[in-house]
């Protein structure tokens, strides 16, 4: 066509992109190409300003292994409709269903994750500096609306961003209409996928029951949903600056005081924090990027009401531990591998499963330097013919367990309970070891020395230091 307002399509694509920054000279972009409509769309609008940017264009396909013979006419399309245009083409197949009955992720899930690896595989080899997705403005609607029956709080009213890392939308401006005019006008084909006729489907039943009604009170519902979006997503991240200024280590009443959009976010600022710290495979991250409100309602709510310590299982095997020092998150595998049971030689000894370090000496002056280095540390004596065995020491570190008990003070202590009174973190109370011989117990950090080990006045002493520089909030004495 040559005739009519979607003349003008490419011109308004290319203004857009390079007012928002979206697209630069000289970039490399990889289309990730369907063969529907929009993605059609796309990659022809690419094409058609690629001279002015001086932009190189690729397209990347994957076949879901859904639809059978209809997926594999797509990637045919796909082949042949970029052979056409001249775009170096990038196809792979993947079963997703399997691939979704063997991680136990939903088929959706499943294939988001699975299409994303595949683009960012090959952005890679093409040295792609962006990935382009054909998302627009009706999208954008049905996103927005998606969330708002789902429940969600600001962040969701955002819709979809038009950028995020080097992944990018340039369609966002257009309607799905404005689109199919120009694939029309410009005679191009597309194919059509069966599934989006599929009402089981959520976002279909948006599409196709929702949508046309939104446009029908409001005929420029893109525009005003846009400006929304605009709007909450400046709300937004002021909220996110606030809760990002609030100390880390705030306690207890501290994040009780906080009004709930700001501790909401503190907590997801947290947990996120959590996920960088740890090295997580692609199934695990993406439940990370699930975290949602509702899964921290509990932990707001026991932050809010709750007595004592508690922990609470997230999204990705996380733990949130609240307790009187704040909300700490860990990475729940990385807590089993906590365990250990190190022996102890004279000198100093590094604990590396908590992060502390253990002095061993018959030496007072070697002690009390070492304590002065150290300034957060613990030093106590003990018996030194209670703990020597010929030439030897008979010591050794492990983690504290359920039911840890010994006898200072005439009586028998429970380490976990004395630790509570303390008021020790219960993420804390797991990095504090425990000290012992072959006969059980003879020192926590914080408590007492054993009574069996006790000095003997004339006897000569073995000195023990302790020192955590990593976790201060384990020191209460």
């Known amino acids: 066509m040559k005739n009519g307002i979607q003349d003008d399509l490419p011109q308004r694509f290319l203004k857009s992109v390079t007012k928002e920054g979206l697209i630069l000279s000289n970039e490399k972009i990889l289309v990730a190409f369907s063969g529907g409509a929009d993605s059609v769309a796309l990659l022809s609008v690419l094409k058609k ?4 940017l001086n932009l190189k264009i690729f397209a990347a396909h994957l076949n879901h292994g859904i639809r059978g013979i209809e997926a594999d006419r ?63 403005a009706d999208d954008n609607i049905e996103t927005v609306l998606l969330h708002i029956i789902r429940g969600t709080g600001l962040k969701g009213l955002v819709g979809i961003p038009p950028k995020r890392g080097n992944i990018i939308r340039p369609l ?20 059509y996928d069966s599934t989006n006729s599929d009402l089981e489907l959520t976002r279909n039943k948006i599409r196709h029951k929702l949508l046309s009604t939104v446009y029908e009170i ?24 606030l809760a990002e200024g609030i100390n880390k280590k705030a306690t207890l009443s501290e994040l009780k005081s906080l009004p709930l959009p700001l501790l909401s976010r503190f907590l997801q600022i947290r947990f996120f924090e959590c996920i960088k710290k740890i090295q997580l495979n692609g199934e695990e991250k993406n439940k990370c990027l699930q975290l949602s409100f509702i899964h921290l309602t509990p932990v707001i709510d026991y932050i809010k009401n709750g007595k004592g310590n508690a922990s609470f299982a997230l999204p990705g095997k996380i733990t949130a531990h609240i307790s009187s020092a704040g909300a700490h998150f860990l990475y729940s595998e990385e807590e089993k591998k906590q365990d250990f049971n190190i022996p102890l030689k004279m000198g100093e000894n590094n604990i590396s499963q908590c992060l502390c370090k253990i002095l061993i000496t018959n030496d007072k002056n070697v002690a009390d330097e070492w304590q002065n280095i150290y300034k957060l540390s613990i030093l106590v004596s003990v018996n030194f013919d209670t703990i020597i065995f010929g030439k030897e020491i008979s010591l050794f570190a492990r983690n ?21 009174d303390l008021k020790i973190p219960s993420h804390l109370r797991k990095k504090i070891p425990c000290i012992c011989d072959s006969d059980g117990i003879i020192f926590v950090p914080n408590l007492k020395i054993a009574d069996r080990v006790k000095p003997v006045k004339g006897k000569e002493k073995l ?4 020192t955590d520089v990593k ?4 020191f209460k004495i």
């Open 74 to 136: 797509d990637e045919d399309f796909c082949r042949n409709i970029c052979q056409k245009m001249d775009v170096p083409f990038e196809s792979r197949y993947v079963s997703v269903p399997e691939e979704a009955k063997r991680t136990g992720q939903g088929l959706e899930a499943c294939a988001r994750k699975i299409r994303y690896d595949f683009l960012f595989e090959t952005a890679e080899k093409f040295k792609c500096n962006k990935i382009a997705t054909a998302h627009h």
């Open 172 to 191: 966002l401006i257009f309607r799905k209409k404005e689109l199919i005019k120009y694939l029309e006008n410009e005679g191009l084909d597309f194919v």
């Open 400 to 420: 504290s367990k359920s039911g840890d008990s010994y006898v200072y003070n005439g009586h028998t202590r429970n380490v976990r309970r004395k630790l509570i």
């Open 471 to 474: 976790n201060p909030e384990c």
């Open 463 to 466: 000195y023990i230091v302790y």
């Open 218 to 241: 409001n005929p420029r519902a893109d525009t005003a949903f846009s400006n929304m979006s605009k709007l909450v997503e400046e709300d937004n991240k002021f909220l996110t600056t």
């Open 49 to 52: 300003i690629s001279s002015d």
